[in-house]
């Protein structure tokens, strides 16, 4: 199911939340600055395990207007700390299959330092505090996990998907 692009702009930062497949030349072009001498890019891609356990794919839910704020907020607070040139995060919603990406988060500085030092600060930040949720699917009777987007975080067990009956 493809839906727009949900996006704030402001001042060299850009936060986008998004159902379609991430695009990495995309958001490198929206940090790239004659200013900037360091571009450092982090891709969070679904992996096929959790815990020992086999994943069938992840799915993101989130409130946009809230997260996209939240997104912001985290934007500009890495931005002025780090003296960064650019900020620029996407998260995607809906299913991530195995292997594609769930978020994109590119920061320019004009030294690398800084670059490396604000793009993980702003993972750390947006895995803490943006309200997005996912589900991990593990198939079979098992069934998937709701949890915060946090590492290491538990999670509640779903036993059944929605609209099915138990036999």
């Not at 497949?21 to 890019?41: E, F, H, Q, Y």
């Not at 993101?60 to 996209?68: C, F, N, Q, T």
């Not at 590119?106 to 690398?112: C, D, E, G, N, Q």
Request: glycine residues 10%.
């Amino acid at each position: 199911m493809d839906q727009e692009v949900q996006q704030l702009v402001e001042h060299g930062m850009t936060v986008s939340l998004t159902y379609s497949p991430l695009d990495i030349p995309s958001i490198i072009s929206t940090v790239k600055s004659s200013k900037a001498g360091a571009i450092v890019l982090f891709a969070g891609t679904t992996r096929d395990n959790f815990a020992g356990k086999p994943v069938q794919q992840l799915e993101y839910s989130s409130y946009p207007p809230l997260a996209l704020r939240t997104m912001l907020s985290i934007a500009q607070s890495v931005k002025t700390k780090h003296e960064l040139t650019a900020i620029s995060m996407i998260h995607r919603l809906g299913v991530v299959p195995i292997g594609e990406e769930s978020i994109l988060i590119a920061v320019s500085s004009p030294h690398r330092q800084a670059a490396w030092e604000g793009g993980e600060e702003a993972l750390e930040l947006c895995k803490e505090k943006v309200e997005v949720w996912k589900l991990e699917e593990f198939g079979g009777e098992e069934g998937g996990v709701w949890r915060a987007n946090r590492d290491g975080a538990a999670g509640v067990p779903v036993n059944q998907k929605a609209g099915e009956e138990r036999g």
